[in-house]
């Protein structure tokens, strides 16, 4: 039912390997925790990507679009989640080195399994600009013949399976790196930047009209 699916495959793609949010907060958890938070933060990621093809659908962030005022209201509440995250990582610099490094990182429980995945969710689900995105980008793709919810849930499962390959990538190569991960000053190195980068976001996303 989609058109020129090719080119979305493509276009989508590209979207997912450009560095951003998503990557910051995938690193960083898997810094944090391992392979295992990593995982769980990029299926939260990517769950996410299915509300708003859902919203997109059914017509919600159009009015998120064109109303200025919940558009403020939504963009505020993503920039304090994503300040807020980021605050989080540079607080951990205080902690004690062997806190924060690979070889003691906790084994994998159901505690580590909701955080990890809930910090991903709430990530991408209060991005006003992914809600945004989707309502200017699917509908490209939409035949006009089919179900738009349908044909934007697949496109949605699409971005999800090529979202959660690259995330993974991305962290089971990080967590592959014993020294790196065992060397305190990496990890330190690690939360510095990507709480830097959050709060950077955080703050751009609010200062943007």
């Not at 276009?11 to 960083?28: H, K, Q, S, W, Y």
């Not at 995945?117 to 992914?130: A, H, I, M």
């Not at 849930?153 to 089971?172: E, K």
């Amino acid at each position: 039912m989609i058109e020129n699916i090719e080119a979305f495959i493509i276009a989508i793609t590209i979207l997912t390997l450009t560095p951003g949010l998503d990557t910051a907060l995938v690193l960083r958890n898997t810094t944090r925790g391992g392979f295992s938070d990593g995982i769980t933060t990029s299926l939260g990621i990517c769950l996410g990507l299915f509300v708003h093809a859902t919203f997109s659908a059914i017509g919600i962030s159009a009015l998120l679009a064109q109303s200025a005022e919940l558009f403020n209201m939504v963009k505020l509440a993503g920039a304090v989640y994503l300040i807020w995250l980021g605050v989080g990582s540079l607080r951990n610099l205080r902690k004690s080195p062997l806190a924060l490094t690979g070889g003691n990182v906790k084994p994998a429980n159901s505690r580590n399994f909701w955080r990890s995945s809930r910090e991903g969710f709430l990530s991408n689900v209060l991005n006003p600009k992914t809600a945004v995105f989707y309502l200017a980008f699917l509908p490209q793709f939409i035949n006009p013949e089919g179900s738009a919810f349908v044909q934007s849930i697949v496109m949605a499962g699409i971005h999800f399976i090529i979202a959660m390959a690259w995330q993974c990538g991305l962290a089971g190569a990080l967590s592959s790196s014993k020294k790196l991960l065992n060397n305190p000053s990496f990890n330190k190195w690690m939360e510095a930047v990507t709480g830097v980068v959050l709060i950077g976001l955080g703050i751009k996303l609010i200062m943007e009209e």
